[in-house]
C-alpha cells in the first residue's frame, strides 16, 4: 500500500508526451518542437528513430501505449512548462512567493482571475495552494503587513464560522 501511495505522491513529477510510443515518434515530437533545430529543407532526411532513441538514452523515460513519460526535470526547456503569464499591469496588492517540490520559489501576484490562478496551479504541479510552502509576503501598501500581524484575527479553526456570519450579514 505504501508504494501505491508514493507512486500515486510521485506522479505529478512526469509528463507524458502523448502518442510518441517509440524512438521514431519521440525524434519527430523533439523536431516538431524545436529541440532540434534545423531548416524544414533538412528535415525529410533527418534520421528521426536515431535521434529519438540518442534522446532516450540520455534522459530515460519509458514508452507506453499512451505515449513517453518521463521525469519533468530531464525535458529540455523547450518541452518545460511555461510560467503563467499575468499582465503587468494590473493593480498589485499583495505578491506571496510560493516553493513546491516541483519549482523553486515563484510569485503569486494578487488579485487575480481564475486562469492566472489555474495556470499557477498547473505550473506549481498542484491542484490546491494548500499545498504549496508560502515562503515570502509582501504588499504593495508600506507597513500593512505589520498592521495585519498587530490585529487580533480570528483562530484558523474559527475562520469558517466567521465567514459564514459576515456572508449572513451581507457585509
Known amino acids: 500500500m505504501d508504494d501505491i501511495l508514493n507512486a500515486a505522491n510521485r506522479v505529478k513529477e512526469y509528463a507524458l508526451l502523448e502518442e510518441v510510443t517509440s524512438d521514431r515518434t519521440l525524434g519527430n515530437y523533439l523536431v516538431a518542437h524545436g529541440v532540434i533545430d534545423c531548416p524544414e529543407n533538412i528535415k525529410p532526411y533527418l534520421d528521426y528513430v536515431g535521434i529519438g532513441a540518442e534522446f532516450y538514452s540520455d534522459h530515460g523515460g519509458a514508452y507506453t501505449l499512451n505515449g513517453y513519460v518521463v521525469r519533468k526535470t530531464e525535458l529540455p526547456p523547450q518541452l518545460q512548462p511555461q510560467k503563467p503569464f499575468r499582465e503587468e499591469s494590473r493593480d498589485e496588492m499583495l505578491r506571496l512567493t510560493l516553493r513546491t517540490g516541483h519549482h523553486a520559489d515563484y510569485p503569486l501576484i494578487l488579485p487575480a482571475d481564475e486562469e492566472y490562478l489555474s495556470s499557477v496551479k498547473k505550473y506549481l504541479c498542484i491542484d ?3 499545498e ?34 459576515w456572508r449572513q450579514s451581507g457585509r
Open 128 to 130: 490546491e495552494f494548500a
Open 132 to 165: 504549496a510552502q508560502i515562503r515570502d509576503v509582501r504588499f504593495k501598501t508600506p507597513y500593512i503587513g505589520q498592521m495585519i500581524h498587530a490585529m487580533k484575527c480570528p483562530s484558523v479553526e474559527n475562520t469558517t464560522s466567521s465567514q459564514k456570519r
